[in-house]
C-alpha cells in the first residue's frame, strides 16, 4: 500500500486545516494519523479501523474527526479549533491489524506516507 499525505501548512491558533490521505487502496486496511513535533516521539491521533471503529486520542477529541472515503482510497483528518500545541509534522500509516487496543501504537502500522507539516501559530 502506498500513502500520500497532504494539507499541511500554516494556521492561527482557533483555524481549521483538513489533511488528506490518499492510499493505493483503502478497503480491508485501518488508517491512522500520527504526529511527531520537533524532538518528541511520534504520537497517535486518531485512527479508522477497518470496517469502522473510531479512536481519537484524548486532547484531539470534539476538536478533529476522520473519515474514510472508501470511493477515492482516501482518508481525511478535519483539524479544527487547532492549537500551538497542534504543530507537528503528521502521518498517515495503513495496517491489516484491526484490534482497536493495538491501533494507537506505531508499531501496528506496515505502511507509512511521508508526512505533512502543520504549524499553528498563536
Known amino acids: 500500500v502506498q500513502l500520500q499525505a497532504s494539507g499541511g501548512g500554516l494556521v492561527q491558533a482557533g483555524g481549521s486545516l483538513r489533511l488528506s490521505c490518499a492510499a493505493s487502496?483503502?478497503?480491508?486496511?485501518?488508517v491512522a494519523w500520527f504526529r511527531q513535533a520537533t524532538g518528541k516521539d511520534r504520537d497517535f491521533v486518531a485512527a479508522i479501523r477497518w470496517p469502522g471503529s473510531i479512536t481519537y486520542r484524548d486532547s484531539v477529541k470534539g476538536r478533529f474527526t476522520i473519515s474514510r472515503d472508501s470511493a477515492k482510497n482516501t482518508v481525511n483528518l478535519q483539524m479544527n479549533s487547532l492549537r500551538p500545541e497542534d504543530t507537528a509534522v503528521y502521518f498517515c500509516?495503513?495496517?491489516?491489524?484491526?484490534?482497536?487496543?493495538?491501533?494507537?501504537?506505531?508499531?501496528?502500522?506496515?505502511?507509512w506516507g511521508q508526512g505533512t507539516l502543520v504549524t499553528v501559530s498563536s
Open positions: 487502496r483503502t478497503n480491508g486496511y485501518s
Open positions: 500509516a495503513a495496517s491489516r491489524r484491526t484490534i482497536m487496543s493495538t491501533l494507537n501504537s506505531p508499531a501496528t502500522y506496515d505502511y
